[in-house]
């Protein structure tokens, strides 16, 4: 096992951070490295907004729900989706059409925004994980996205999707136990024994559940399929949809 493999698997979300900011050399690498990550026909179609103001960071970790280590970290990054950079490519080529406003506005073209960012996103966590740093993702952005995007100031067809809170780490975190690679990795085709996945899901339950208990002393007990079921139970950011076709990303 090499060193990079060594990194990527002792990946964990890191919730507390030393007072101390990155250097702008680290920041550098770390944006370097997110794009140096695979992108669909080299469209590059994302934007990273890297947080320095703590007034800002401050009120970002309000919208995302209370989440302190938004604020408190080494440095903070949102990855976004940006076709705004591919329409002025059109407008600059003067192909600005119906034909291209409905590739912009196409599920495909979403599609194809969210993973390059994704894929940007990991190739940055890995590259911060393999400085000693540590990373934890956000997802809480997207509570109050319309007051997110407000705040960063994004153009019309550019759309905050997570972000990504990096700096030393305080307190190194448990790893959590994954899924079993026999539950996730199926060879030619999709496992087809319902019965075969129930079982593994059982196994499971049984880890997490030891995992949480070892954790909390007892206190907590929780079964995986538990979690997943309860927070189907809530739907959540149900104005996405709106929200993309007021930035000028109706899917079609």
């Given amino acids: 096992m090499n060193e990079t493999i060594r990194t990527i698997l002792d990946h964990r979300s890191i919730r507390s951070y030393l007072d101390k900011p990155l250097t702008d050399e680290q920041t550098a690498a770390i944006v370097q490295s997110a794009q140096a990550a695979s992108t669909s026909s080299y469209v590059q179609a994302y934007t990273i907004i890297g947080i320095k103001d703590p007034v800002k960071k401050e009120r970002l970790a309000e919208l995302a729900g209370g989440q302190a280590y938004v604020a408190k970290n080494g440095h903070f990054f949102i990855f976004c989706l940006d076709l705004h950079r591919l329409e002025l490519a059109a407008q600059l080529e003067g192909t600005l059409d119906s034909r ?3 590739s912009l506005q196409s599920v495909e ?3 194809v925004g969210v993973v ?8 940055a966590a890995i590259a911060a994980e393999s400085m000693g740093l540590g990373v934890c993702y956000i997802g809480g952005i997207r509570n109050k996205l319309g007051r997110v995007t407000e705040l960063l100031q994004t153009p019309d ?5 997570f972000g990504m809170s990096v ?3 305080k307190n190194r975190s448990d790893k959590k136990p994954r899924l079993p690679m026999s539950h996730i990795y199926h060879e030619d085709v999709y496992k087809q024994s319902t019965e075969e996945l129930r079982d593994e899901l059982h196994q499971y339950n049984r880890v ?3 995992y949480y208990a070892a954790r909390t002393g007892g206190e907590r007990k929780d079964r995986w399929t538990e979690s997943m079921a309860k927070l189907l139970q809530n739907p959540k950011r149900l104005f996405m949809k709106a929200l993309l076709g007021e ?6």
């Fill in 100 to 102: 291209t406003l409905q």
């Fill in 109 to 111: 073209t979403f599609m």
């Fill in 116 to 123: 390059d960012a994704s894929l940007a996103a990991q190739n």
């Fill in 157 to 161: 067809r550019v759309i905050p999707l």
């Fill in 167 to 169: 700096g030393y780490p």
């Fill in 208 to 210: 997490i559940s030891e």
């Fill in 247 to 252: 930035k000028k990303l109706p899917l079609e």
